[in-house]
């Protein structure tokens, strides 16, 4: 767990960030700001083999431009030569369709128009197929958001599931994709349901109703303010959620 802050950061905390490893391959899961600084905390910038992006939310992505800065500039780094260089491997960039644009665009404004894609091996997935990185066989799930947004589901060779929901409102969507698995990490990002207009996000209660749903294993609460209530937020989610349930904590370490 690097981050588990909304789209403001906790103190000290960082924005939507998770790694998932096993004995062959290092997947990073949403690059949101500030998780860049908490992935050299945990290890080698260079020794990720890949990163997906749910959504293009600042809080989700934003953090892909220090990260393609290291790769590119640092002293470790591939002088943005994709493929390489030195022995340097770019790691995979998948992002949602038409997010390639998007991010050209950032990078044009930034007066750097080939710095994200020197830097990664950029690809957009097709959420209704599945992908791989490595060792590890993702699956999307297109969630209800602001915009376009992806639940994914990554399962390792030897069969452990981890689900991350993203940011979503309300769906049923979650029901069969998460069915049965190991580690469904949802968020609960509001005190209470928006009022009116779109949902786009869960309180913790409807985290764990989803949950419940989903017969996931484990819960974790994601995607929550260092300002709310931990101890109310877990108590909300085990209204419906019968499992083990917690509050996500950055440095975090979940063992499938
Ligand atoms: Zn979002
Ligand atoms: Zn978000």
């Given at each position: ?7 403001w ?13 096993d ?28 990163v ?15 990260y ?6 640092g ?38 128009p ?65 069915a ?53 937020a ?8 019968a499992g ?13």
């Open positions: 767990m690097l981050g588990k802050s909304p789209a950061q906790d103190v000290d905390g960082a924005c939507s960030g998770y790694l998932v490893e004995d062959a391959t290092r997947l990073l899961v949403d690059c949101g700001s500030g998780v860049f600084s908490k992935l050299r905390g945990v290890c080698d910038y260079t020794d990720v083999d890949g997906v992006i749910t959504h293009m939310h600042p809080d989700h992505f934003f953090d892909l431009v220090p393609a800065c290291a790769l590119t500039y002293p470790r780094g591939h002088g943005g030569r994709r493929g390489g260089h030195d022995g340097a491997v770019s790691p995979q960039l998948l992002v949602p369709s038409g997010a390639t644009s998007f991010l050209n665009t950032l990078t044009v404004v930034g007066g750097q080939r710095l994200l894609d020197g830097a990664f091996a950029i690809s957009e997935y097709d959420a209704a197929l599945p992908a791989r990185v490595g060792s590890l066989e993702l699956r999307f799930q297109p969630v209800p958001h602001y915009v376009p947004a992806n639940a994914v589901d990554v399962r390792c060779a030897a069969g452990g599931r981890f689900t991350f929901g993203a940011d979503h409102g309300p769906t049923d969507a979650l029901d069969e994709f998460a049965g698995t190991d580690l469904l990490f949802l968020e609960a990002t509001l005190p209470a349901p928006e009022p009116d207009g779109q949902r786009g996000h869960l309180t913790a209660g409807e985290a764990g109703e989803h949950a419940a749903r989903c017969g996931a294993r484990r819960l974790v609460l994601t995607h929550i303010s260092d300002e709310l209530d931990g101890d109310w877990l108590d909300e989610a085990r209204r419906s959620f083990p349930v917690e509050v996500a904590r950055a440095g975090a370490v979940y063992e499938i």
